[in-house]
Nanobody, 124 residues
Framework: QVQLVESGGGLVQAGGSLRLSCAAS????????MGWFRQAPGKEREFVAR????????YYANSVKGRFTISRDNAKNTVYLQMNSLKPEDTAIYYC?????????????????WGQGTQVTVSS
């Protein structure tokens, strides 16, 4: 059984930065694409970013491109999301997703494992 545990969320002012971490345990996910999704109040969960197992093929939602950076450390079985220039509209629960082994990995249904989420609140 795989467990994904996110950390690093919190309250930050607009323009600030946060770094989210997602640690996997129970099984290595180093051979799989990992991703981040988010869900704002009253909205559906949406894709944010994903990274191949090699650390390459980074892909971002247009809304975060140029501000967020996804990375991974396979030795630590951990994925990161560096979030800079945060905006109030980035306020959401951020979820780590793992275990995608198909092309794309932009859809929730393509991931096998999910974390419990971490709250990010950006004040104006």
């Amino acid at each position: 059984q795989v467990q994904l545990v996110e950390s690093g969320g919190g309250l930050v002012q607009a323009g600030g930065s946060l770094r989210l971490s997602c640690a996997a345990s129970g099984r290595t996910l180093r051979s799989y694409t990992m991703g981040w999704f988010r869900q704002a109040p009253g909205k559906e969960r949406e894709f944010v970013a994903r990274i191949w197992w090699t650390g390459g093929s980074l892909y971002y939602a247009n809304s975060v491109k140029g501000r967020f950076t996804i990375s991974r450390d396979n030795a630590k079985n951990t994925v990161y999301l560096q979030m800079n220039s945060l905006k109030p509209e980035d306020t959401a629960i951020y979820y780590c997703a793992g275990g995608c082994s198909v092309n794309g990995c932009l859809e929730e249904s393509q991931y096998d494992y999910w974390g419990q989420g971490t709250q990010v609140t950006v004040s104006s």
